[in-house]
Nanobody, 122 residues
Framework: QVQLAESGGGLVQAGGSLRLSCAASGRAFGIYAMAWFRQAPGKEREFVATVDWSGDSLDYGDSVKGRFIIFRDNSANMLYLQMNNLEPEDTGVYYC???????????????WGQGTQVTVSS
């Protein structure tokens, strides 16, 4: 089992940047594929980005391609999401998740953090 804790959210103006962090503890972090999802009020949880255990295989949701970067540091048990050129539509609670393999749906991931709020003002 792995425990996840997100940080780095906040309020930012459109066009700005934020870096989210996800600290993992428990079983070996390096064996898990990881992902970021987000959820806006009244909407379903949306896929943002995923990365395999090695950091070499990546995938992004269409709405964030070219603006967000997912990366991990297995030596530090950390996952990151660099968010650039933020838009008001990026507002939501961002969750990190861990699972056996990369995926784009929440059901593919077994472990979740509590989330961190990101608010982008226009």
């Amino acid at each position: 089992q792995v425990q996840l804790a997100e940080s780095g959210g906040g309020l930012v103006q459109a066009g700005g940047s934020l870096r989210l962090s996800c600290a993992a503890s428990g079983r070996a972090f390096g064996i898990y594929a990881m992902a970021w999802f987000r959820q806006a009020p009244g909407k379903e949880r949306e896929f943002v980005a995923t990365v395999d255990w090695s950091g070499d295989s990546l995938d992004y949701g269409d709405s964030v391609k070219g603006r967000f970067i997912i990366f991990r540091d297995n030596s530090a048990n950390m996952l990151y999401l660099q968010m650039n050129n933020l838009e008001p539509e990026d507002t939501g609670v961002y969750y990190c998740a861990a699972g056996r393999d990369v995926g784009v749906i929440p059901a593919a991931f077994h472990y979740w953090g509590q989330g961190t709020q990101v608010t982008v003002s226009s």
